[in-house]
Structures are given as structure tokens and as C-alpha cells.
């Protein structure tokens, strides 16, 4: 029968790090000349005051993710041998081919019976992720390692008001370990009529990159090449925070639980504006949903499990909890995932100089 | 035809943009009202238009909107006309 809401059954999550830039670009001073005298209301509202982006333009998602999975790594004391698959969610990979993936595959010096693809998602991509990486976990009975990164300031303007001031570049890790006891429930949207909200215009193989495209253009405010980041940040938002509270109802529904039920609802954080209105949409507290965007930017798919890391490592490190994670943006799309999270593995936030 | 309660509206309102009800009234400008107005509380209240009055109001009307009012007879105008393709 068809399962609109698909269970994974016999995966849990042993350990989620996190890595960022140690670089931090303050807001309320980057932000002057392109926002002028409405700067301090921007702000206000996105709740960004300051954001993490890589010092060098040759840092990676691959490079942030490593760090933060071999931390992982060696505070599991893991046995690399028996790692069994590598997921690498992302929407900025090194390059076209070969995957991320393998190249980790070799970087952390995994076996060649190793699994490796990639998932390309940008903000709704972590429970995909987890989907992928619980389903290679449960088919080999061995541990899997889901990294999920962005470094979207490679490709964001710093004329166009829309994105200049809004992204953090992160990387994560997260191990899954079969576990006969655990069930996870997932639910996925997609709405691809929304492509056009969120994109890269050019470089990919419908529109391949021509000089034109690295030329700026457009009004002031919204001038941009066309390889960088493009959102219709109106259109996201309508979309989303209509779309986001049935979408989560429904699931909660589908499991016989409602909002009181949850210990934590780890939601993608666009924006404070956003954020907070999606959780009233929801009908749950704030205090149930953890937040990092003030400090760190919008992480796109990291932002999960990087405010795992940052906001909820006491708690889940020490006990089971009752989580709802959902991702939402690019595609348009919505995904969520229903677990007890914990006790876990997390280390420290792991800072990266580059 | 005006079905739309005028206490409940600044209740919605004042949700969005983030201020106790009692600090709102129909005749404030809402740009200058608004602690740190900006462009972003303006997508919440289109967004709070559509899903509360089912009204979608172009950028257009929104911008010529000036008081909490000039908004809530635009969506009283929006609900008394066919829907937006």
C-alpha cells in the first residue's frame, strides 16, 4: 500500500558534528553602504547580526564537513573499515564530477567497498539526507556517514539586498548506526511550479555559464551575476509559511502526536522573521525551537544539524528526545523527519581557519 | 458585504509585525508605527492577507497602503472582488 509518510525502521543517529569558518563578517557593519539608513530594520527583522563565511575563496563544503567528520570520527572511535556508505548532501559541490562522496571516500581513507553519492538539496536537504544514509545503514548493517554542507557565499552578490546579507557557509557530519529499536517517520513535499524562487541561474547544463553571466547587472539593490544565488525571497515566504504548518500537522497527526509532544522542532532557519513565524504557524513555543541564524546566518541544509550541535549537545548528549527536524527551500521543498534524538555523540563545535 | 471584524484584523496584524494589539490603531501609518519596519514584516502581512481573508494584494496596492485602515479596506476591496488569476 502506498505510504504517503515512509517509516524507516532499524536507524538511529550515533553522532552529529558541526564545522564552521572561524571567520565572522559583523552585519550591522558590512552592511552599511548597500543598506544604508534601513540597515538596523533589516537586521531586526532577519535576527542576523553576525554570520560565519570562509576567509578564502578556495574553502569548501567538502573541506568544513571533513573537519567536522573526522572529529566525529575519532571521539566515536568509529572503525573507519566498517563504514559502509557515504552521503554528501550539498548544493555546492567541488565540481560536476566526480561527487563529493568519493572524494571523501578517499580523504578519510574509507574502504573501497564504500557506497558514496551525493543528494543535492540546498535548505530542505538534512532529512533527505538522513533518509539515504538510514536506508544504507538498515541494508548493510554497518555504520553510514551523512556530511551535509554549504559554502553559498561563493555565489552570492554583495549588491543584491535579497541574499548579500543572509548566508552562513557550514559543514556537518552525522553517523547512523543500526539500531533494531528505532523508527523514524519522514514526510516530503516538492513543488516544482517554485523552481524559479530559489536558483542558480547559469552554469548548469540547461544555461551554461558565458561571460554575460559573470558580468553584475540589474537595478540597484538586486544586482547580481547570473551564476550567484537568485531568490524571490517573497515568493519563499508566502510559499513556506502557508505550506509549513499543515505540512507538520499532518505528519504530527500521522503519528498521533501533537506539538506537545515534541521535545525540540529543529526547523531550517531562514531568517529570526521567518523562523518565528512558521513556529507560530505551527503552534509551538519558541522555547521548543532552537535557533543559531542570529549568530551564524542562514546555513541552508546545516542549519540542522549544526544548531544540534551548537544548542542542544547538553541535552542530547544525556538523554532521549522527542525531535521533529524539517528543512525546507530550493525546489520548492519541504522534508521532515520524527525520531527520539539521544543520547549521542556531539563534540565541541569545530571552528576552521580558512 | 464588510464581514471583516475590525478588532480581530489589528489583532492579526499587530501578530505579525510584532506589537501588542492595544498599541495599534486603524488610523497609524504602519511604516513609521512599526518598531524596525521593514520590507519583511510587509511579506508577513501579504502572507497574513492571504491565508486569513484569502486576499492576494499586488505589491502595488500594498505600497499605496499607508495607514493600518488604507490596508484593511484593500482587503475588504480584494474579497468583494473575483478572485486573481
Request: proline share 5%; with cysteine; aromatic share 8%.
Amino acid at each position: 500500500m502506498l505510504q504517503r509518510y515512509p517509516i524507516l525502521a532499524g536507524a538511529s543517529i550515533g553522532g552529529v558534528a558541526a564545522c564552521l569558518p572561524l571567520n565572522t563578517i559583523d552585519n550591522h557593519v558590512a552592511g552599511r553602504e548597500l543598506f544604508g539608513e534601513d540597515l538596523e530594520s533589516v537586521l531586526h527583522a532577519t535576527g542576523i547580526d553576525t554570520r560565519r563565511v570562509c576567509r578564502l575563496p578556495t574553502t569548501t563544503a567538502l573541506d568544513l564537513s571533513v573537519q567536522a567528520a573526522k572529529r566525529l570520527i575519532e571521539e566515536e572511535r568509529l572503525v573507519t573499515a566498517d563504514c559502509t556508505g557515504i552521503v554528501f548532501v550539498t548544493h555546492t559541490p567541488d565540481s560536476w564530477m566526480p561527487n563529493n562522496a568519493s572524494l571523501v571516500q578517499q580523504m578519510l581513507g574509507f574502504s573501497g567497498w564504500t557506497a558514496a553519492l551525493d543528494v543535492n538539496h540546498a535548505c530542505a536537504g538534512y532529512p533527505y539526507g538522513l533518509w539515504v544514509g538510514g536506508s544504507l545503514a538498515v541494508s548493510t548493517q554497518s555504520w553510514v556517514l551523512v556530511l551535509d554542507g554549504d559554502t553559498s557565499n561563493h555565489h552570492v552578490s554583495p549588491y543584491d539586498k535579497a541574499t548579500a546579507l543572509l548566508l552562513g557557509d557550514a559543514g556537518t557530519a552525522t553517523v547512523i548506526v543500526p539500531e533494531s529499536d528505532s523508527r523514524w517517520r519522514f514526510s516530503f513535499e516538492t513543488d516544482g511550479r517554485g523552481r524559479e524562487a530559489l536558483t542558480f541561474p547559469a552554469g548548469g547544463a540547461r544555461h551554461p555559464m558565458t561571460a554575460a553571466d559573470l558580468q553584475y547587472t540589474g537595478d540597484p539593490g538586486s544586482r547580481r551575476r547570473g551564476i550567484d544565488w537568485t531568490m524571490d525571497g517573497m515568493a519563499v515566504f508566502a510559499y513556506m509559511t502557508q505550506n509549513m504548518p499543515r505540512h507538520v500537522r499532518a505528519l504530527l497527526t500521522e503519528e498521533h502526536l501533537t506539538v506537545e509532544d515534541l521535545d525540540y522542532a529543529v526547523l531550517h532557519q531562514p531568517n529570526g522573521f521567518m523562523l518565528r513565524t512558521i513556529a507560530r504557524g505551527i503552534g509551538i513555543g519558541l522555547e521548543k525551537v532552537p535557533t543559531n541564524v542570529a549568530r551564524f546566518g542562514n546555513l541552508s541544509s546545516a542549519s540542522i544539524p549544526t544548531t544540534i550541535v551548537s544548542e542542544l549537545a547538553e541535552d542530547v548528549r544525556q538523554r532521549s528526545t522527542r525531535c521533529l527536524m524539517s528543512g525546507f527551500g530550493a525546489g520548492l521543498s519541504i522534508a521532515s523527519v520524527l525520531m527520539n534524538l539521544g543520547p549521542i555523540v556531539v563534540p565541541e563545535l569545530v571552528e576552521y581557519d580558512g | 458585504m464588510d464581514a471583516l471584524d475590525t478588532t480581530k484584523f489589528i489583532e492579526q496584524f499587530a501578530e505579525v509585525v510584532e506589537v501588542q494589539p492595544a498599541e495599534l490603531s486603524l488610523s497609524d501609518r504602519f511604516r513609521e508605527k512599526v518598531p524596525y519596519w521593514s520590507s519583511l514584516l510587509g511579506f508577513g502581512l501579504l502572507t497574513m492577507f492571504d491565508m486569513e481573508y484569502g486576499v492576494q494584494l499586488s505589491l502595488d496596492e500594498f505600497m499605496k497602503a499607508e495607514t493600518v485602515d488604507d490596508l484593511r479596506q484593500a482587503v475588504i476591496h480584494g474579497q468583494q472582488s473575483p478572485a486573481q488569476g
